[in-house]
């Protein structure tokens, strides 16, 4: 199943029989497009318009771990168990291109700031970037420990990338480590910035927020009872969705910690 939520009252706005296996992955493409990847191999675009129309992209062999879109330029990116990162054109509903350079599953991936990279991170412990325009790797950083979660760092490096090593990386365009973010001790499974903060969501069930340009840990929120596998943050920094494997949905005061609902 696929749930829209209204963040303002934290009402049920949709939901729609989405995949025939699990949902691993969504992004919005824009207020009135969602991106879907499942565990069916499909990647699926919805419209939020009234329609309820449905567009399904096929080309995996095997689940979609995670997809990623490009706001304004009508494009998604997706990842899967067999080791692809894909590009679609939501325009025509066609692929754009398909690259095989993870010896084991994409586990994320993201746009790059400027919007003309694709940049994953999989099972096998390697960060890749790749022109959007050819589809081909321009760097591939050996980060060692399995990747769980990348996002685009707001600053200009290429990337923040959490997973198997309990912490958060900020990586240069070289590829060497600007600073490391020392976690909780435990995976940390998903990461969301804005230009001034990041939150990390680990195995442990909590949030820590943290200033992004120094470091330094602000609070820490007992959010879930089990690990947090997805985080998203406002752009104003001021508000942290999540959801974990206790099967919840949390909006929270990225400030005071406070659960709102």
């Known amino acids: 199943q696929v749930r829209v939520w209204d963040l303002t009252s934290g009402d049920l706005a949709a939901e729609f029989a989405g995949h025939e296996n699990g949902v691993a ?31 399904e992209l096929s080309g995996h062999d095997g689940p979609v771990s995670c997809v990623a879109a490009r706001p304004g330029a009508r494009l998604a990116a997706s990842g899967g168990e067999d080791g692809t990162v894909r590009l679609w054109d939501l325009a025509s ?20 700031a400027d919007g003309g990279s694709v940049v994953s991170g999989g099972w096998d412990g390697v960060l890749k970037v790749w022109d959007i325009r050819k589809g081909s790797p321009t760097s591939s950083i050996p980060v060692g420990e399995t990747v769980g979660t990348v996002v685009v760092d707001p600053h200009g490096g290429i990337a923040l990338s959490g997973g198997g090593d309990n912490r958060v990386t900020l990586w240069s365009d070289d590829g060497t480590p600007v600073r490391r973010f020392e976690g909780p001790g435990t995976w940390v499974y998903a990461v969301a910035t ?65 659960m709102l609902y």
Not at 26 to 46: C, H, N, P, R
């Open 25 to 55: 992955s969504l992004a919005f493409a824009s207020a009135e497009q969602l991106i879907t990847g499942g565990a069916d191999g499909l990647v699926k675009v919805w419209s939020l318009s009234g329609d309820s129309s449905v567009t």
């Open 93 to 112: 509903g066609g692929a754009v291109w398909s690259a095989s350079g993870h010896e084991q599953p994409v586990q994320s991936v993201a746009f790059s």
């Open 194 to 258: 804005n230009d001034t903060y990041m939150a990390t969501g680990s195995a442990d069930g909590g949030i820590r927020v943290w200033d992004l340009t120094e470091g330094r840990l602000l609070r820490t929120i007992d959010a879930h009872s089990a690990a947090v596998a997805s985080l998203d943050m406002s752009d104003d920094g001021t508000r942290l969705i999540s959801g974990g494997g206790d099967g919840r949905v949390r909006v929270w005061d990225a400030l005071s910690g406070d």
